[in-house]
């Protein structure tokens, strides 16, 4: 069993910068895929980013201004996200596969707007 927490959305104006983080409770050394989604009211939810070992994969809605990065000695992945625009608002949830079982995070808003 796997929890993921998720933190760091909030409300920002266009062209704004915010950084979620998503804390893993097992090491995420042990984690084969670690990803970003979003849902947007009315929409089905979308990948962001995601990494599996070296590997990483944009939206390319995002390419450019999101970078998404992980921190072994907190257990931690994040999402850098730059030059926020209005359509990137939307619930953001961390997703995690471990041990071949797929874990989401209860998902944090980001609201962009001015």
């Known amino acids: 069993?796997?929890?993921?927490?998720?933190?760091?959305?909030?409300l920002v104006q266009p062209g704004g910068s915010l950084r979620l983080s998503c804390a893993s409770s097992v090491s995420i050394f042990s984690v084969?895929?670690?990803?970003?989604?979003?849902?947007?009211?009315?929409k089905e939810r979308e990948l962001v980013a995601a990494m599996t070992g070296s590997l990483i994969n944009y939206a390319d809605s995002?390419?450019?201004?999101?970078t998404?990065?992980?921190?072994?000695?907190e257990n931690t992945w994040s999402l850098q996200?730059?030059?926020l625009k209005p359509?990137?608002?939307a619930v953001?949830?961390?997703k995690?596969?471990?041990?071949?079982?797929?874990?989401?995070?209860?998902?944090?808003?980001?609201?962009v707007s001015s």
Do not use: H
């Not at 069993?1 to 909030?10: A, D, F």
């Not at 895929?33 to 009315?42: F, I, K, L, T, V």
């Not at 995690?96 to 609201?111: E, P």
């Open 1 to 10: 069993q796997v929890q993921l927490v998720e933190s760091g959305g909030g």
């Open 32 to 42: 084969d895929y670690m990803g970003w989604y979003r849902q947007a009211p009315g």
């Open 62 to 66: 995002v390419k450019g201004r999101f």
């Open 68 to 73: 998404i990065s992980r921190d072994n000695t």
């Open 81 to 83: 996200m730059n030059s």
């Open 87 to 89: 359509e990137d608002t």
């Open 92 to 94: 953001y949830y961390c």
């Open 96 to 111: 995690a596969t471990y041990q071949l079982q797929t874990y989401w995070g209860q998902g944090t808003q980001v609201t």
